[in-house]
């Protein structure tokens, strides 16, 4: 059976638990270096806590952009309002009168939001020159418009900040990732010289046994057929890898799980003696040296007929 590490961080992590728990159990035995359990666990460590720390990068990036979209919303209400206050003094078309007010080029509420700060900067020193058209009724005030553009700035900056950390996290995360899955595979290395493939003991570890075969895949196209009044034959299509099959019964309303009634080992059964007038479920599983497949559909029979 092949012998993965899972891509799975989760799983990732859980293997590394495995493994250090096996050699704690059986690392004298086998005589494996005393350092081991420790360097996995250190190893697993230091991953979860990049993870975890990656995860608060996220959060604080998308905190970060909600505060730059509210002071983006709050520059761009402070900007509408200033255009419509002096489009009196400066008319209502947009002429090179506009640039000092910040207005370059069109009376358009710039998009990019480092126009937008650059507008509201020189918003502010345009009123600051022009006291006179300030309206601090409504909140358009030099002062205002310094505070808002300085926000804006503030916001953008976090969340510049908030990214390069973001980066730098992840690639932490992918360092301490890769060191983990190393120590995973040398000690499967170091393990395949010690112990024989078929050897249980790879089980203790969480691992596979490298010399089993694949577990085979779930039977399919399970069939029955009543043959006398309480006898079943039961077929199914021959599951790849399979060496024999499990057979499982529950009778619905005395059985509360799944009963083993038999182990052929050809894609065929007889059920003898089955209940009269009960509902009967079946599922079929495949077995070999790797293990147990996944249960087949469950079908449902009635002694005397199929559902």
Not at 60 to 68: D, E, I, L, Q, Y
Not at 93 to 118: C, E, T
Not at 157 to 177: C, D, F, H, P, Q
Not at 265 to 284: K, S
């Amino acid at each position: 059976m092949k012998q993965t590490i899972d891509k799975n961080e989760a799983n990732l992590l859980a293997s590394g638990t495995a493994v250090a728990n096996g050699v704690d159990k059986l690392g004298a035995a086998l005589d494996l270096d005393p350092n081991t359990a420790n360097a996995i666990r250190t190893a697993g460590a230091e991953f979860s806590d990049a993870r975890m720390a990656l995860q608060h990068s996220r959060a604080a990036v998308r905190a970060r952009k909600r505060a730059v979209r509210s002071s983006v919303t709050t520059g761009k209400q402070l900007a509408t309002l200033a255009r419509e206050i002096l489009k009196p003094h400066l008319g209502s078309r947009y002429s090179q009168w506009w640039d000092i007010a910040g207005f370059v080029g069109a009376l358009a509420i710039p998009r990019k939001m480092s126009n937008l700060s650059l507008l509201l900067k020189s918003l502010a020193t345009y009123l600051t020159d022009h006291p006179e058209r300030e309206v601090a009724a409504l909140n358009v005030t030099a002062a205002q418009a310094e505070l808002v553009a300085g926000e804006l700035q503030a916001a953008i900056g976090a969340l510049n900040l908030a990214k390069t950390e973001l980066e730098t996290r992840r690639k932490a995360r992918k360092t301490s990732r890769k060191k983990l899955r190393l120590r995973l595979r040398l000690f499967i290395a170091d393990l395949n010289t010690r112990i024989d493939p078929l050897d249980n003991r790879w089980l203790s570890f969480g691992l596979n046994r490298p010399g089993a075969k694949d577990k085979p895949e779930a039977p399919e196209k399970v069939e029955v057929v009543m043959i006398a009044e309480n006898t079943l034959a039961v077929k199914w299509e021959d599951a790849p890898r399979a060496e024999s099959y499990r057979v499982r019964q529950r009778i619905v309303g005395v059985d509360e799980e799944f009963v083993l009634i038999g182990s052929p080992v050809d894609p065929n059964f007889t059920i003898e003696q089955a209940p009269r007038n009960a509902t009967l479920e079946l599922a079929i599983s495949a077995v070999n040296s790797g293990g147990e497949s996944a249960w087949s559909e469950v079908v449902m029979v009635r002694t005397g007929g199929l559902e």
